[in-house]
């Protein structure tokens, strides 16, 4: 079956700290990996996808399919950082998002 | 260019009673989905639409939810009778096209209905 696992539910770091958000999936294919966020009192958004291999607002994220994982990076995080970060997965185009469970992120001075 | 719109925002049921809610998409935005988010969990498909035809409603619970999109544009989900455990976030989200390029198209997501089954 198809799954995304994030295994922390929060994560919580200092200013200018090193971050990485884990996430590990099931899937045979080649599917497509996404990070989305939800800062408070906001909608969900799409905050990068691994075809796109590039970095918003600091993040960058390799997906590595020996190990199927898409672990978020940002070497310096920012207090305005903190939100819910969701992993989730697609496995062909046009399909609906399989998501993870979550990571809370919380960045503080 | 105006987002996704949903309302209500929230909603207090009892159980058995029934509850609908509204989606509006981004404007030309082909496919339509509507998930399910309990508290703790990420949010969980329940039907997708491409036009006015359900692409995928496999997940959906058919003896108490239904939806419908008919003119192709807005969509409307219900629950009837609604129980405790369908508490939760109901969020939609829209897409430009099923992802013709080979790429799946970003979608982008209401605000969400919240909803609290006494």
């Known amino acids: 079956a198809q799954r995304v696992t994030q295994p922390e539910k929060l994560l919580s770091v200092f200013k200018g700290a090193p971050v990485e958000l884990k996430c590990n999936y099931s899937?045979?294919?080649?599917?497509?990996l996404f990070w989305y966020v939800q800062y408070s009192r906001q909608r969900l958004q799409l905050l990068l996808r691994?075809?796109s291999r590039e970095s918003i607002k600091g993040f960058t994220a390799d997906l590595n399919k020996g190990e199927t994982s898409f672990h978020l990076k940002k070497p310096f995080a920012q207090e305005e950082d903190s939100a819910m970060y969701y992993c989730?997965?697609?496995?062909?185009?046009?399909?609906?998002?399989?998501f993870g469970k979550g990571t809370t992120l919380s960045v503080s001075s | 260019e105006a987002g996704v719109a949903q309302s209500p925002r929230y909603k207090i049921i009892e159980k058995r009673q029934s509850v609908a809610f509204w989606c509006n998409p981004i404007?030309?935005?082909?496919?339509l989905y509507w998930y399910q988010q309990i508290l703790g969990q990420g949010p969980k498909l329940l039907i997708q639409?491409?036009?006015?035809?359900?692409?995928?409603d496999s997940q959906l619970p058919k003896d108490r939810f239904s939806a419908e999109r008919l003119k192709g544009v807005d969509s409307t989900l219900k629950i009837q009778p609604a129980k405790l455990e369908d508490s939760a976030v109901y969020l939609c989200?829209?897409?430009?096209?099923?992802?013709?390029?080979?790429?799946?198209?970003?979608?982008?997501f209401g605000p969400g209905t919240r909803l609290l089954v006494l």
């Open positions: 989200a829209s897409s430009l096209n099923l992802g013709l390029a080979g790429l799946q198209e970003t979608q982008y």
């Open positions: 899937y045979s294919g080649s599917p497509e």
């Open positions: 989730a997965l697609s496995n062909q185009a046009g399909t609906a998002l399989i």
């Open positions: 639409f491409q036009n006015n035809g359900v692409v995928d």
């Open positions: 691994h075809i």
């Open positions: 404007s030309g935005h082909a496919t």
